[in-house]
């Protein structure tokens, strides 16, 4: 049946957002988007968050695209907005999140028409230009009409094959214009590539081969939406597996089988496992040098490798393998979970477990720490076990929360992997928590903190369900380490020069009530009846940590 209404091409804008139920739109404002914006407004039916900065509603729109599996939706205005998009635009092609940026443009008449011309609109500048290099695509329509394709294109190619932002910049002209448009078409998503049978039984032989095979699950497994696929695959086939930073979420870590987080600040014993494994299968991972550390021939030494990725340019990257599937997790793991085989692991499993007994986590910080993170962040899996998951930020923080947060079964864990962009921990919890109402956990350091502060003012105006949990070591500790140990000790922009406000009064000014500072490792117990307290208040929780504490174990950078 048809639909056709005549309406400016804003208003078909906030309509096609609104047939997507994409959970919001996050912007902030500015004269060339508030035409859409205004649109979306009167329509009612697609929330409008606000944050304070554009970076930062990109990076909502991310934590909201990962948690309700829904493409985000992000939008600047022209020239700064846009350009304070990029940040957020690259985190979400590094990290395969789709993700539809729409960015205003000065009215046409306005644009430089040559191109040695630097400027002629004010405000104006060519943001596809910029962004080309980060997107699966760019478009800058130049009628109404091609305004509407490029959103029909942009919705379907952000999600098909490996997934991805979509950056469309609309002149302010264009979104005033009357339009007849056809709501009733349906934009329906391609069929994904089968697998083969030969593929299939070459995976078989390969196992059938192996002593100790080892899966290594990545981010594609969530993004493929196969973590239930997963579990039945490990269930039956009773491989051991370990996990990359984006795969954490993938897995149950509660399961004998689990061997932990690898790659180069991975636990030791995860990485004792793929060095031990003779057969390492690598689901929706890309291998990249964090996992694999610079030495590829010792990564790959004494072992065969099977890769399924659904970008065949990462099949073909810097580690070469024995089977290489270009398939999706989900549409392999269908046909692998019909393979027939078993395997006992029992040895193999207890052996690493053994590692683990006797050098824990906790055991690679100096014994003397008021304070050990790696307990802090034992202790906060544990105090926020009942939450809808973690959403960390860059820095030591960030491995000390993946080496040693125990997930419970289906809880969240985000963060910036490719980019690795301080600052994103607060907005995605803020996207996090517009696509799923519940409690988040932010965790972050005291200097992603300063990149991102403003937004705790978007949580206090949201009362968004978010427990900030500041790791304060007083410094860039991850820079200071990488300082401590290539400069001779110096120092500079990391702790020479660096500098906190006072953290609680900053949190009492947003307006948080339910606030703590802990100090001693005897402290953490306060915080149980505090978080029961609060239900779903906002809470910020403030941790110091000695500047002496290192993100440990770290694989050698040196080439060999
Ligand atoms: C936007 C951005 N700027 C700089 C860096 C480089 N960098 C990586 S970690 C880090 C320090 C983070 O400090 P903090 O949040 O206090 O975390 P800590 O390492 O102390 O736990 C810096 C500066 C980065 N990753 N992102
Ligand atoms: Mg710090």
């Given at each position: ?8 091409l804003a208003d078909c804008i906030a309509r096609f957002i609104a047939e997507k ?167 329906t998503m391609p069929v994904k590539s089968e697998i083969t049978a030969a593929e ?361």
């Amino acid at each position: 049946m048809q639909d056709i209404e005549r309406t400016t091409l804003a208003d078909c804008i906030a309509r096609f957002i609104a047939e997507k139920n994409t959970p919001a739109v996050f912007q902030l404002s500015g004269g060339m988007i508030a035409f859409i914006i205004d649109a979306i407004g009167r329509l009612g039916k697609t929330p409008i968050i606000n944050t304070r900065h554009e970076q930062a509603a990109g990076f909502a729109a991310e934590g909201s695209a990962r948690i309700s599996r829904i493409p985000g939706f992000a939008m600047g205005t022209s020239g700064p907005g846009a350009t304070n998009l990029l940040t957020p635009i690259a985190s979400s092609y590094f990290d395969s999140i789709p993700v539809v940026y729409i960015t205003g443009q000065v009215n046409q008449k306005e644009l430089r028409t040559n191109i040695n011309q630097r400027q002629n609109g004010f405000q104006e500048l060519d943001i596809c230009e910029m962004a080309k290099s980060i997107t699966k695509k760019v478009y800058s329509p130049k009628t109404a009409a091609e305004v509407l394709e490029s959103l029909n294109e942009g919705w379907i190619l952000c999600q098909e094959g490996r997934q991805g932002p979509v950056l469309i910049d609309i002149p302010i002209n264009l979104q005033q214009e009357f339009i007849e448009y056809d709501f009733s078409s349906d934009s329906t998503m391609p069929v994904k590539s089968e697998i083969t049978a030969a593929e299939i039984s070459e995976f078989k032989d390969l196992l059938n081969s192996a002593k100790h095979p080892l899966l290594l699950i990545g981010g594609g497994v969530r993004l493929s939406n196969a973590t239930d696929l997963l579990s039945e695959f490990i269930e039956k086939t009773g491989i051991p597996y370990v996990s990359t930073l984006l795969g954490l979420d993938a897995i149950s870590h509660k399961n004998a089988n689990y061997l932990g987080f690898i790659g180069s600040y991975g636990n030791r014993w995860a990485n004792a496992a793929v060095s031990q494994a003779d057969l390492l299968i690598a689901i929706g991972s890309r291998l990249d040098v964090r996992q694999t550390g610079n030495n590829i021939s010792k990564f790959i030494s004494g072992k065969k490798i099977i890769r399924i990725d659904v970008d065949e340019h990462e099949l073909n990257g810097r580690i070469s393998s024995d089977l290489s599937i270009k398939s999706d997790a989900s549409k392999f793991l269908q046909a692998a979970i019909g393979v027939d085989y078993r395997i006992d692991s029992t040895l193999f499993v207890s052996r690493i477990h053994e590692i683990i007994h006797e050098n824990p986590q906790k055991f690679e910080q100096p014994s003397d720490l008021l304070l050990n993170p790696s307990i802090v962040m034992e202790h906060l899996g544990d105090l926020f076990r009942e939450s809808l998951g973690f959403i960390v930020d860059v820095g030591q923080h960030q491995m000390w929360a993946a080496q040693s947060i125990q997930l419970s079964e289906g809880q969240r864990f985000l963060t910036s992997g490719g980019l690795g962009a301080m600052g994103f921990a607060i907005p995605a919890s803020i996207g996090a928590a517009a696509a799923r109402n519940g409690r988040w956990v932010s965790i972050l350091g005291d200097g992603c903190l300063q990149l991102s502060s403003a937004e705790l003012q978007t949580i206090i105006h949201y009362r968004l369900p978010i427990a900030i949990c500041v790791i304060n070591n007083g410094q860039h500790g991850m820079v200071a380490q990488f300082q401590e140990e290539n400069m001779d000790g110096r120092l500079f922009g990391t702790r020479d020069g660096y500098s906190n406000p006072n953290f609680q009064e900053l949190a009492l000014a947003y307006g948080f009530r339910k606030i703590a500072r802990i100090a001693r490792v005897e402290d953490l117990m306060s915080l149980e009846k505090l978080v029961i307290d609060a239900k779903d208040e906002p809470i910020f929780l403030e941790f110091i940590v000695d500047s002496q504490a290192k993100a440990l174990p770290k694989m050698s950078i040196k080439n060999e």
